[in-house]
């Protein structure tokens, strides 16, 4: 397909799964800030990992969505992660579902009612080149992803080849039972350190006892917040280390400052703790102006949350291929098989009679 | 048991950067021989990598080690053979080291600072070109931006104060001094640094294999080359496959 981004958006940007393997050249990961969503999209889609290996990439949607006209070819998509409010041709459609799409349809989008990222997934993917590894936009660095940067109006995107029967996904609805919570009233759960130990008690305390706001200052970099002073106990400042997504800055000001998918890959303030992998996304999720509580949790427990996300990836796959059983998809409805029994070679006809 | 110094029982330290990462720090300082065990570390991880391995970042005192824990053992299991693979580190041969040559035009336009630099020093900017060029820098890191070297060995004769005023655009490429430290602006960015010269080379192109030419654990030569052989340079240097010179060096103590 050909998509013709009419609008841009606020930020709407291509991402997969990030850069991964760089970092010790100095290279950010960027990638989805909500992976898990990008993932249940791409199978609500049809999309498996390309022939590089990588994760289908789709457009991240920030906030205010763009609007997409195919002007070429057909396919399916479907919208997961916030549940922004998604049109085809003014007609609302619901978001965790796969939609068909044929030359001529735009696809718009409201602000989302909850969440603040969604993404757009389109049967074969987005299809733009693969630099060191990825096809996601590092915009500070200018690289990766559509030249580099956010999308404008007028960019021409080109989909990737999508599976054989891909059209057999339309109207496959991912359950809200396998949509991953992310309410905004929950604490986020992380692991304690790499640095916690140049905090005071009382600072660490604070730490996980307060509520603190997100601020303006919250971009695919790090979201800084505003609440409780974190008191330090051996100085704010360490000779320079590596930064984990979601690890938890406390510069000088006692303010936390998480990293997020275009974070630095060093940096010299002490970290009090990490955000687990499977609530990255929760804060990723969150707006300026949210409050967020943190909750300690341990390593085996974020390991375990992680296994549980990764189950919701496993039964949506598995929906699917159900899904498509009973689907009447466009294959072929009679064909010859050729099997061996005993050592000798049969041919075997068959016809599909249970059209449903 | 045998005896144990104090540094002995701190270190190497393995702390949790979340599930998906092992940070090893090997001391609290900025050390040549802290950094030549995170760089053994890092070598013995990438020639032998666990199932589910993904990247390491290697920093002056530490490597954080990055991998799926879904396809690795429990946590402590992880743990375990980091501090395996961390118990006979010191024993390790280290060989000969690589050098990359680093072309360098400290003329002119690319030399914006070199006065400065000459005149807080007290030295004549040729001998401030010389010096500079003249002792091999070690690369003790990669970070802040893609490609950024954090280089150690600058003669410290040539020690100057950053700018009061940090410029807001610095050319890709820019070489600079900064307090005790030199370095190479690798991408264009804003920066404070005393600029002295200019490389030819394209440090960091994400469209290039490889996209950087220097990794930690690398050794840095400043040549200084005049104006027409940085022209040819920068012209001979993005072409399809061209490589830069690395020498082999006699592995020893950073200055």
């Given at each position: 397909m050909k998509l013709l981004i009419e609008k841009p958006g606020m930020f709407t940007a291509v991402q997969d799964l990030g850069r991964r393997g760089f970092q010790m050249l100095g290279v950010p990961v960027a990638g989805a800030m909500d992976a898990l969503a990008l993932r249940l999209g791409n199978v609500l889609v049809g999309n498996e990992k390309d022939v590089h290996g990588l994760e289908p990439a789709g457009l991240e949607i920030t906030v205010m969505g763009p609007s997409i006209r195919v002007t070429e070819g057909e396919g399916c998509f479907a919208v997961t992660g916030a549940e922004a409010g998604v049109t085809k041709n003014g007609v609302s459609l619901p978001c965790w579902t796969a939609h068909g799409i044929a030359a001529g349809d735009v696809v718009a989008f409201f602000p989302?009612?909850?969440?603040?990222?969604?993404?757009?997934?389109?049967?074969?993917?987005?299809?733009?080149?693969?630099?060191?590894?990825?096809?996601?936009?590092?915009?500070?660095?200018g690289f990766g992803g559509y030249r580099g940067r956010a999308l404008k109006s007028g960019d021409v995107l080109l989909t990737g080849t999508p599976e054989p029967f891909q059209s057999a996904c339309e109207g496959l609805t991912c359950p809200p039972h396998l949509r991953p919570p992310r309410d905004a009233a929950s604490p986020l759960r992380v692991i304690a350190g790499p640095q916690d130990d140049y905090f005071t008690p009382e600072g660490l305390e604070t730490f996980y006892a307060s509520e603190y706001v997100i601020t303006n200052s919250a971009d695919r970099m790090g979201y800084r917040m505003e609440g409780p002073t974190i008191a330090h106990r051996r100085g704010a400042d360490i000779i320079s280390d590596a930064i984990s997504m979601g690890s938890i800055q406390i510069p000088g000001h006692g303010q936390p400052i998480a990293m997020l998918a275009d974070r630095q890959t060093t940096g010299g303030y002490t970290k009090i703790a990490t955000i687990c992998g499977a609530d990255v996304a929760r804060l990723a999720q969150r707006l300026p102006g949210q409050k967020v509580r943190?909750?300690?949790?341990?390593?085996?427990?974020?390991?375990?949350?992680?296994?549980?996300?990764?189950?919701?990836?496993?039964?949506?796959?598995?929906?699917?291929?159900?899904?498509?059983?009973?689907?009447?998809?466009?294959?072929?409805?009679?064909?010859?098989?050729?099997?061996?029994?005993?050592?000798?070679?049969?041919?075997?006809?068959?016809?599909?009679l249970d059209r449903i | 048991?045998?005896?144990?110094?104090?540094?002995?029982?701190?270190?190497?330290?393995?702390?949790?950067?979340?599930?998906?990462?092992?940070?090893?720090?090997?001391?609290?300082?900025?050390?040549?021989?802290?950094?030549?065990?995170?760089?053994?570390?890092?070598?013995?991880?990438?020639?032998?990598?666990?199932?589910?391995?993904?990247?390491?970042?290697?920093?002056?005192?530490?490597?954080?080690?990055?991998?799926?824990?879904?396809?690795?053992?429990?946590?402590?299991?992880?743990?375990?053979?980091?501090?395996?693979?961390?118990?006979?580190?010191?024993?390790?041969?280290?060989?000969?080291?690589?050098?990359?040559?680093?072309?360098?035009?400290?003329?002119?336009?690319?030399?914006?600072?070199?006065?400065?630099?000459?005149?807080?020093?007290?030295?004549?900017?040729?001998?401030v070109t010389r010096r500079h060029a003249g002792r091999d820098c070690y690369c003790y890191?990669?970070?802040?931006?893609?490609?950024?070297?954090?280089?150690?060995?600058?003669?410290?004769?040539?020690?100057?104060?950053?700018?009061?005023?940090?410029?807001?655009?610095?050319?890709?490429?820019?070489?600079?001094?900064?307090?005790?430290?030199?370095?190479?602006?690798?991408?264009?960015?804003?920066?404070?640094?005393?600029?002295?010269?200019?490389?030819?080379?394209?440090?960091?192109?994400?469209?290039?294999?490889?996209?950087?030419?220097?990794?930690?654990?690398?050794?840095?030569?400043?040549?200084?080359?005049?104006?027409?052989?940085?022209?040819?340079?920068?012209?001979?240097?993005?072409?399809p496959g061209w490589k830069p010179e690395v020498r082999k060096r006699k592995a020893e103590r950073p200055e």
């Open positions: 989302p009612k909850t969440g603040s990222r969604a993404y757009f997934c389109v049967s074969g993917g987005i299809d733009v080149p693969v630099v060191m590894g990825s096809r996601s936009t590092y915009s500070r660095g943190f909750e300690k949790i341990t390593v085996e427990e974020a390991v375990t949350l992680l296994r549980r996300d990764e189950e919701l990836v496993s039964e949506l796959r598995r929906l699917r291929a159900s899904w498509r059983l009973k689907t009447n998809f466009a294959g072929p409805l009679r064909g010859t098989l050729k099997v061996c029994v005993d050592g000798e070679p049969h041919d075997v006809e068959w016809e599909r | 048991m045998g005896e144990t110094t104090e540094d002995e029982l701190f270190y190497p330290r393995f702390l949790h950067a979340g599930e998906s990462c092992i940070v090893v720090e090997f001391g609290d300082d900025v050390d040549p021989e802290v950094n030549a065990r995170v760089q053994a570390l890092r070598a013995k991880i990438e020639k032998n990598p666990f199932p589910g391995f993904i990247d390491t970042v290697p920093t002056y005192r530490s490597l954080a080690v990055c991998f799926d824990p879904l396809r690795t053992g429990s946590p402590a299991e992880i743990k375990k053979v980091l501090a395996g693979m961390t118990e006979k580190l010191q024993a390790e041969e280290k060989g000969e080291e690589e050098l990359l040559i680093v072309p360098t035009c400290y003329e002119g336009e690319f030399a914006p600072d070199l006065a400065r630099v000459a005149d807080h020093t007290g030295l004549s900017p040729e001998e890191m990669l970070g802040f931006v893609p490609g950024y070297p954090y280089l150690g060995g600058m003669d410290p004769s040539l020690e100057t104060p950053r700018l009061k005023e940090p410029r807001e655009r610095i050319p890709g490429g820019s070489v600079g001094i900064g307090g005790k430290q030199t370095g190479i602006y690798t991408v264009e960015s804003p920066g404070g640094w005393n600029l002295i010269g200019r490389t030819p080379l394209r440090m960091f192109d994400p469209d290039r294999n490889p996209a950087i030419f220097l990794n930690a654990g690398m050794w840095v030569r400043f040549v200084p080359v005049g104006k027409a052989e940085f022209d040819r340079l920068a012209r001979e240097s993005v072409q």
